[in-house]
């Protein structure tokens, strides 16, 4: 079997640009939550958001022209600054690499042509597109492969990874650029949580997110965009590419089971876990650090903690587990990817980032959720589980690279 390697990240979110700034942020404890401001707040329940501020277009100003900008909505340029960002990153050589071996996979739920995006009314087939990210990406760097977008809820960018990690074993590619964004906020969007009781009503952003909590109510929605690219060993070590670490494992499946409500006890989840690491050929003892699905929400919080006692035993009690959805938001489409980059910073740097606004502990989750403060912790390999509505899980694996 192809061992698959990471070579290059790229990101942008409500706390960084980039991602060595979101990283950053994560370390040092930062909230991206604000009062939103890209929507009037009239009949909404909910009032806060992890909103990606303008600053991020100069980003995506110096990987993109002005004309493919303009034919891509918000949404779709924090994917396309994230691209341009890992593309660089991963140091490729396109006028001597075979592009017709590198392939694009984007998570994408909703590209969000709507509302503010309305006052703009140009390229309207275009920004409609869900395909158009990673059109835009094949076009402009001249990747052959497989170019196509998936939606699968919460986990659409960590099927991506797995998908890919697929097409790099089997020989379709020998790299794929794989990655999500997450959806503006929107009216639609908020109403649409909020009919569900998903979201947090709390209106302090400073406390409005709290996994893990006794009083925990809620997620909140976060925009921002990540893009990991994958490779073969063999291509990475042929071209001196500098490799961050393997993807050793992934799991795809379905709970068959609800629309908005995971199986009871976790099961579902611990089935994601367990086949993620049998697909890496490993055992719960070497797993170092677990980046949580972690929603704020009652029903994930608490199975999510059973599925991991239930994977782990007694050793889920010396593992870190947090969720960067308290810094960052619940960033949908994009939050497999940008928490894969997570756990990559981790095992690079033996900090494992915080779980931010952890107060009143609930007495039924009684893991290491590593509140509030980073902690040093030696990463060798580490997993992240993404669970998505509609039962959609998955769990990627990564291990330090020898």
Known sequence: MKKVVITGIGAVTAIG?????????LIA????????TRIPLDNHDTTVAAEVDDSFEAEASKYWKKRQLNAATTTTRM?????GEAVEDCGIDTSSYDLSRVGVIYGVIDNSYEDYELEKP??????????????LISIKYGFGGPAFNLSTACASSAYALAIGKQFIENGTCD??????????????????????????????????????TKNRDGFIMGEGGGTVIIESEESAKARGAKIYCELAGASMCSEAHNLTAPKTDGTGMSVSMRMALENANMSPDEIDYINAHGTSTG?????ETKAIRDVFGRRAYDIPVSSVKASIGHTLAAGGALEAIACIKAMETGIVPPTLHYDEPDPEL?????PNKAQKHTVNAA???????????ATLVFRKYE
């Not at 140009?122 to 059109?135: D, G, H, R, V």
């Not at 029903?299 to 199975?303: I, S």
């Not at 009684?366 to 590593?370: Q, S």
């Not at 997993?383 to 899980?393: A, K, Q, Y």
Request: glycine residues 10%.
């Open 79 to 83: 994917g396309m600054a994230s691209a």
């Open 29 to 36: 404890g930062k909230c991206g939550m604000r009062t939103i």
């Open 175 to 212: 790299m794929v650029v794989c990655g999500g964004v997450s959806n503006t906020v929107t009216h639609l969007v908020i109403s649409g949580f909020n009919q569900l009781l998903a979201m947090s009503v709390n209106p302090d952003p400073e406390t409005a997110a709290r996994p893990f």
């Open 366 to 370: 009684d893991l290491n959720y590593v």
């Open 299 to 303: 029903l994930n919080d608490l199975y």
């Open 17 to 25: 640009n980039t991602a060595a700034d979101y990283w950053e942020g």
């Open 383 to 393: 997993i992240s589980n993404s669970f998505g509505f509609g039962g959609h899980n």
């Open 122 to 135: 140009l390229n309207i087939t275009l920004k409609k597109m869900p395909n158009e990210l990673p059109a």
